[in-house]
């Protein structure tokens, strides 16, 4: 059984959809977090200052890291034997099949955009906030204290190519989760055809309230920048 | 009706293919699509050519050995038939048809359109068969089996086995087969009691032989000429999953 993870094509799959999964858990409490920005620049500190250099907030740090690890290492994996089954020689005519959606057939691609946005976004907030407590400073390269998250996104969505970034990155993110979540309960066999139309639905509510959750806050910022 | 056909030639396995050409004049709309290329075939070994090979038996559509991809469709545009189901009328006048071989690693071109799908039958000998001592032939009632049951263990044995799904998957993966191998006996009796080992095996069997892994994007299920539902995947992961858990 230990090495069915590995060895199985199933068990590949079930590491992808485990490790989806928690991803996804992640991004929404990551996304209600960012909510609170808007609504309180005090509350939203506060929650920055106790997910600082804390043993906690360390090791869900890299727990976090160990799952985006599995889940690309995996996804790259399955990609190369995925293409080596598929042969050499390709069809000449290809369509798009009735019914399939687009983000299914570029999962890979839409996830290298996601880990791109997602070194971005560790540049700009992760190395100026936790990383810089770790080290010991007590003021980032911009001069903030690295508990003012508030200050750090009005600074970063004041500039308008990172708000084009980043809102691309969250198109990505859409797509991919459209495809992603309903994906996972597939994979671990939680699906049939009375529960497809709701496990679809499903996608699209988390995939858009993701999107709309970051999304917001980034506008806000920017749109607050231009007053 | 006239059509011009690009279609993939290849002398054996290991010799390199390619698209020729040929102009196919006056075909009934009624012809079937085999029958179109046999009419061709006729005209080229009147002309001295080598005929083009392509697998094909009972030609009403059950026994799931046409296979071709016509114009970037598995067994062609129209959706839940087989190749030989397939009529000269489903096509514009005039019209350029592309026939390829079935694409993928598991099923190396033999000649021309012909491809070897004896991967599948290797699964289905890894364990898509009932090893139980059923005896006789029982009275038709004698076991209890829920409509349901009966119904969807029909809709996964409907698979003819023509490797489409393989087919058309961009990766190569032989899920909608061993699914509805597995699907179909897991839902009756008699099957049931080898459920996890029939999984396992097939399971198995499928990765050995280098079929990809399965993403969930449903284009086989698109593509099936008996319209095989997905959820027979699902079925397949619960079967595999649980089976390995109780290891």
Known sequence: MSCFLSNSSLGRKLVMSISGCFLVLFILFHMSMNVVAIISADGYNAICGFLGANWYALAGTAVLALGVLVHFVYAIILTIQNRRARGNVRYSVTVTEKGVDWAS??????????????????YNFWAKMQLVELLGGHTNALGYSPADGVALIRYTFSQ????????????????????????????????????????????????TLVFLGFAAVVVAFFVSSLL | ????????????????????????????SDTSFLEMLDILNNDLVH????????????????????????????????????????????????????????????????KDLVVNRGAYDQILQAGGYVSVRTNSVPDGNAIPIAKADADESMD?????????????????????????????????PQG????????????????????????NTGACQAECPKSISIAHIARLNREFLSAKLED
């Open chain 1, 105 to 122: 057939k570029n999962m890979l691609a839409l996830g290298f955009v996601i880990v791109l946005g997602l070194g971005l976004h560790l």
């Open chain 1, 160 to 207: 308008w190519y990172y708000v084009a970034l980043y809102l691309v990155w969250f198109v990505a993110l859409w797509f991919h989760l459209t495809h992603g979540v309903w994906s996972m309960f597939q994979t671990v066999g939680w699906a049939n055809d009375t529960w497809y139309p709701r496990l679809k639905c499903l996608s699209n509510i988390v995939a």
């Open chain 2, 1 to 28: 009706m006239n059509f011009t056909l690009k279609i993939w030639r290849q002398k054996d396995a290991k010799s390199k293919g390619e698209f020729k050409k040929y102009e196919v004049k006056d075909i009934s």
């Open chain 2, 47 to 110: 002309k001295g050519e080598e005929p083009v090979a392509f697998d094909h038996d009972c030609r009403e559509g059950i026994c799931g050995m046409c296979s071709l991809h016509i114009n970037g469709h598995a067994h062609g545009p129209e959706q839940g038939v087989t190749t030989c189901q397939i009529y000269m009328r489903q096509f514009k006048d005039g019209e350029t048809i592309v026939v390829e071989p079935w694409r993928s690693a598991a099923f190396p071109v033999i």
């Open chain 2, 156 to 188: 996964a044995a409907a698979c003819v086995g023509c490797g489409a799904c393989a087919a058309t998957c961009k990766n190569g993966s032989a899920m909608l087969f061993v699914a509805a191998r597995v699907s179909s006996l897991a839902k009756l």
């Open chain 2, 192 to 215: 049931r009691v080898e459920g996890a080992r029939r999984a396992k095996a097939m399971v198995a069997k499928m990765d050995e032989l280098g079929f990809g892994n399965c993403t």
